[in-house]
């Protein structure tokens, strides 16, 4: 990275910057601390109209007072622009810490935190109803067109996965048709990754901020529970928990209420996010043995009756 264009970003954007920390773990991404007071990120495969619309809707958010680390604007009121040739914008440094009682650095077991991030998505998903912004999210994440994507993949054809590959087919063929018919089910601004990772917390253990929407998407608000179940709603040995999952749910409706066919397809829709969380999981191994060589697919295969 040119020191100076990273200077000359800043710049534009007010910081003559005195302290530029590297910031580690972005798995996408690179990021800096600036100042202590900011947190600069590049962006490593977004486009620039993905970086737009992420942009305008967490500045939508943090002007309505949802806990997210606002945008800073450019001198001429942009809320992007460029460092090495990449989409790249700066934001206020939120404060707090991510939670540490996590199961194999995703999960976990504090249902109390699972609750208050299911209700946090409802949040969202009402702050921003009927509410478009610009720039534009690709497909590449709506969890149907990964399953497709898989079902059309070599992997679909291997004996240890046929079982797997059967119950995906069913899953794609039911979705594909709340999709024809979508009546009665919300759709907006989805986060899509509302996990323990993606939380800062308070000393008290309550939410501060939500963080890293470069996943976000204009889908279902149904698929921010799939996540939350993913992380909330497991057993020690990665199964998926019906309990669990129903109180997340819960937690959620005591928010936004759900709309009959909502509750309805709730867990098909949490189902679905995890099976295409783990369909993407199984491509990108070398070697696969079992299925369940994804947790992710564990807890599909569970939420729909397998063992």
Not at 42 to 60: C, D, K, P, Q, R
Not at 197 to 207: A, C, F
């Amino acid at each position: 990275m040119s020191a100076s264009d990273l200077t000359g970003f800043l710049r534009g954007r007010g910081v003559d910057a005195l302290d530029v920390v590297p910031l580690l773990g972005g798995e996408k991404n690179r990021s800096w601390l600036v100042d202590g007071a900011f947190v600069a990120r590049s962006y490593s495969s977004s486009t620039a109209a993905e970086v737009e619309y992420e942009l305008a809707a967490t500045e939508f958010l943090a002007r309505r007072g949802f806990p997210t680390p606002a945008p800073i604007a450019a001198d001429d009121g942009s809320l992007w622009g460029w460092i090495d040739g990449r989409p790249a914008a700066l934001f206020a440094y939120a404060a707090g810490a991510h939670p540490t009682d996590l199961i194999d650095g995703y999960f976990s077991t504090d249902l109390q935190l699972g609750r208050a991030a299911a209700a946090l998505a409802a949040q969202l998903h009402t702050l921003t109803a009927d509410q478009t912004f610009p720039g534009r999210r690709t497909t590449r994440l709506d969890p149907l067109e990964r399953i497709e994507s898989f079902l059309r993949s070599p992997y679909a054809d291997l004996p240890v996965l046929r079982d797997a590959t059967h119950h995906l087919t069913v899953l794609r063929q039911k979705i594909a048709a709340v999709y024809a018919n979508p009546a009665g089910l919300r759709q907006g601004l989805v986060h899509n990754d509302i996990s323990a990772v993606n939380l800062l917390l308070d000393r008290s253990g309550d939410i501060t901020a939500l963080i890293d929407f470069d996943d976000c998407m204009t889908s279902f608000h149904l698929y921010d529970l799939g996540r939350i179940a993913e992380t909330w709603a497991r057993t020690p040995d990665h199964h998926a928990d019906p309990t669990r999952i129903h109180q997340l749910i819960e937690a959620y409706a005591a928010t936004r209420p759900l709309t009959t066919r909502e509750s309805d397809l709730a867990l098909d829709f949490i189902a679905t996010y995890a099976a295409a969380t783990g369909a993407d999981y199984l491509t990108n191994l070398p070697h696969v043995d079992s299925p369940t060589d994804s947790y992710s697919m564990l807890f599909f295969l569970d939420l729909i009756g397998e063992r």
